[in-house]
Every structure is written in structure tokens, then in C-alpha cells.
């Protein structure tokens, strides 16, 4: 019998473990570093997430184990406490304890590491769970795109001001409180905040996973990349959108920025942070987009997500984009680079492209919300439907709103 199956035949009456969200790091002397967020959900299920990258939906008793072993207990400990509660004998529970922590830690330290295929670990299907908040959210700290205030296109309407230190700090708060582990900022051009390091520290210090967002102008400057580094960011997504210069510059709208940006990517690339280019594969790319793949594996790039306006582009563009998509997809794979997703969803066999191809997009917004620069929240970006505000509503009222229910009945009633 497999360990989840004896898990499953165990008795699940107990009253549950209340809920709380719990995170363990590695010390940084660690060999091997890694991060666990657990967050026990109303009715006693956990969902652990490893690295802001693996989710595992955990039953009640399976959530008890793995908070014990956020909490430091060894296997004596575990098997007293689960033995106790669930009344099983204490050497069933300690085996299991021993077999579930080595499985996670095997997790935790493997790299692309499928849990279904190596471990044999059951794990729900993308998005199949209800959950008490999202994986993850995306914070636009501004909509201004360069020093003069550009606006990013389309936005500026919507939105009257930015959000204070203070009020994005409370923001932050909030969202660990309800149990989102990974937030990552994104804009506009979110390094225009001079305050962004100091919101990076202030998330870390509470738990949560950072990620930035950001088109790697001012990554150029090493003390600037430095100060986000030292205030504990761990991620970069550095947007390039081609190897060529002029045609960077023209999809960009801005001179010099393929030199700037390239540089900034370079600074990364040498830092110790993990970095991915998102790469938008648009008409003006299209033809070129293979050749920019090899042109970011030859600089040192580790991971490519790809991504594409499908859904929006004239009916005569989507067959030539989907192709493109398809010979980007198959670039990656050639240059042995990582294909990723930049949500902070688990699943190693699904992919940008398959999800851009036609993944209901409900699904995709059923683990995901979007900030906007005045605190107001979307199911996620570009879904200009604002579900409440975080500086004024509750957050029931935000994630059980019924406009979202709405959005996501499809896959909640499958």
C-alpha cells in the first residue's frame, strides 16, 4: 500500500488543524537551499508549495505531517504526535513520516523533478482544488514605463494613482495573512518606484517568495541590482522581445533600449539569482523568434517562457503565431533550455504554448489575481474586471466574489 493510500484509509473525523500558512527556509550556510510554504486550508487539506514552483494538494492527516516537518520535528516526534491523534501504531506513523519528508526534500532539491513519474505521488490536475487564496499574485506597482511617466497603453484611464509605501506594504500583509505565498511586481516598469527594494525586503521578511517583472534597463546598474539581490528578491523575469536591436527598440517603442536591456540581462545572468526571459512572440517577431532563442542560450539564459497574443490577433495572424510558437517551443527543447510558465503552477507537462493554444482561460484565472497601481484587483492581467479593492474590501469579498465564481463556474461544477 502506498503511503498516500494509507493516508486516505486513516480517519479523517478529527477535528482539523485551524488554518495558518506556515514557511520554512534553509539557513543560508545550507548546501542545498530550498523553501517549503504550507497552507492549511478551513477544512483541515493542505497545499504545499516547493519553491514557488511544485504544488501539492495534501489531505488532512498528509497537511499534519508536512507542518510537522516545517516545524522542526524529527521522527520520534511526528510519530508521537500523529500516533496520539490519529490512533495508528507509532512505527506505521514514523515509517510514513520518514518516507514523506525524504519524498519532499527529493522535491525540493531536484530539478524538474516530476513528483508523478519519479515519486509516485498523486497530485491534482492544474487548478482542479478549490482554495482559500491564489498560488500566487502579481503586483503593478505603476503603470509608467520610462523617467518622463509613459503610460502603459490602455491603463491610464483606469488608474488615478499609485499606491504609497505604507498602503502596498498593507497590501503585502494582507496577502500573506490570507495564505499567498509568491507575489511577484510587475508595472509598467516597476523599478521606477524608488521604494522597490524596500517592498521586496518587507515581503521577505514576512515569508514570502519575490519575484520582479521588469524590461532590465536599470539591471544595468550593478549597485542597483545589488540592493534588489540584498534585500532577498529570487527571481528575475527579464523581458526581451527580440536578438535584434532595431526591431527590439521598435516593438518597445524606445531607442537604445535593446543596449540597455541586454546589459541589465547580462548583470543578472552573472548574479546569483535565477532568471527567465519571457519571450511574446508578436507578428513584428515571428520570423525571428528560433534565432532569438539561440541568441539568449548562447548568453547563459537558463529558461524561456513563452507566450503569444493568440486570442487577440487578427484571424489571419493566428495560424502564422501558433507556428511560431510551435518552432520557438521546439528552439527551446534544442538548446536544452528550461520551458516554463511564469505562473506559479507545478505541472512540468503543460507549457506555454499548450496553454496559449487553448487552455480555458477560467483555468487559468482560477489560481491567479493581478494588482492594479491603486490597489483595485483583476482576475489577472489584461481581464479588466475589477473583483474589489484590498486597501477598502474584505477579502472574502475580493476572492469569493461572484464575478469571479462566474469566471471559473466551468471548472468548479467539471
Known amino acids: 500500500m502506498s503511503l498516500l493510500d494509507k493516508v486516505k484509509s486513516w480517519f479523517t473525523h478529527l477535528r482539523p488543524l485551524p488554518p495558518q500558512m506556515l514557511h520554512y527556509q534553509t539557513p543560508p550556510e545550507a548546501e542545498q537551499q530550498y523553501r517549503l510554504h504550507l497552507r492549511i486550508e478551513k477544512d483541515g487539506r493542505g497545499l504545499l508549495i516547493i519553491n514557488a514552483a ?21 521522527a520520534e516526534e511526528a510519530a508521537r504526535a500523529i500516533a496520539r491523534r490519529y490512533r495508528v501504531p507509532r512505527a506505521t506513523a514514523r515509517a510514513d513520516y520518514e518516507r514523506l519528508r525524504e519524498q519532499i526534500l527529493t522535491l525540493a532539491t531536484t530539478q524538474d ?34 523617467e518622463a511617466g509613459t503610460l502603459s497603453p490602455g491603463t491610464g484611464k483606469r488608474v488615478e494613482r499609485e499606491l504609497t509605501t505604507g498602503e502596498w ?44 517583472l521588469t524590461d532590465g534597463r536599470r539591471l544595468r546598474q550593478q549597485a542597483y541590482l545589488d540592493e534588489l539581490l540584498l534585500a532577498g528578491l529570487d527571481h528575475l523575469q527579464i523581458t526581451l522581445t527580440s536578438h535584434q536591436p532595431a526591431l527590439h527598440d521598435a516593438i518597445v517603442g524606445r531607442a537604445g533600449a535593446w543596449e540597455e536591456a541586454a546589459a541589465g540581462l547580462r548583470n543578472a545572468l552573472a548574479a546569483d539569482i535565477y532568471v527567465t526571459v519571457p519571450l511574446v512572440v508578436l507578428p ?27 486570442r487577440t490577433a487578427p484571424a489571419e495572424e493566428q495560424q502564422a503565431l501558433q507556428q511560431a510558437l510551435e518552432a520557438a517551443r521546439e528552439a527551446v527543447h534544442r538548446h536544452h533550455l528550461t520551458l516554463v510558465w511564469d505562473l506559479a503552477a507545478p505541472y512540468s507537462h503543460i507549457n506555454p504554448v499548450e496553454v496559449e493554444a487553448g487552455f480555458p482561460a477560467d483555468q487559468v484565472i482560477r489560481q491567479h489575481l493581478y494588482v492594479e497601481p491603486d490597489g483595485d484587483v483583476l482576475p489577472t492581467q489584461g481581464y479588466n474586471l475589477v473583483l474589489g479593492n484590498l486597501l477598502r474590501d474584505p477579502w472574502e469579498a475580493i476572492w469569493d466574489n461572484p464575478a469571479r465564481r462566474k469566471l471559473e463556474g466551468s471548472v468548479v461544477n467539471a
Open 284 to 310: 513584428a517577431n515571428a520570423d525571428s523568434v528560433t534565432e532569438t532563442v539561440a541568441y539568449l542560450a548562447g548568453l547563459g539564459v537558463p529558461a524561456i517562457a513563452l507566450s503569444s497574443p493568440l
Open 169 to 212: 506594504q498593507r497590501v503585502i500583509t494582507t496577502l500573506w495573512n490570507v495564505g499567498v505565498p509568491h507575489i511577484c511586481f510587475t508595472g509598467g516598469e516597476p523599478t521606477l518606484r524608488d521604494d522597490l527594494a524596500e517592498l521586496i525586503r518587507y515581503a521577505e521578511g514576512l515569508g514570502q517568495v519575490t519575484g520582479l
Open 54 to 74: 511544485t504544488v501539492l494538494h495534501l489531505n488532512q492527516t498528509a497537511a499534519e505531517y508536512v507542518r510537522l516537518l516545517i516545524q522542526g520535528a524529527d
Open 113 to 146: 523533478l516530476c513528483p508523478v513519474t519519479y515519486l509516485g505521488m498523486e497530485r491534482a490536475e492544474p487548478f482542479s482544488a478549490e482554495s482559500s487564496a491564489p498560488y500566487r499574485v502579481d503586483l503593478a506597482l505603476t503603470y509608467r514605463t520610462d
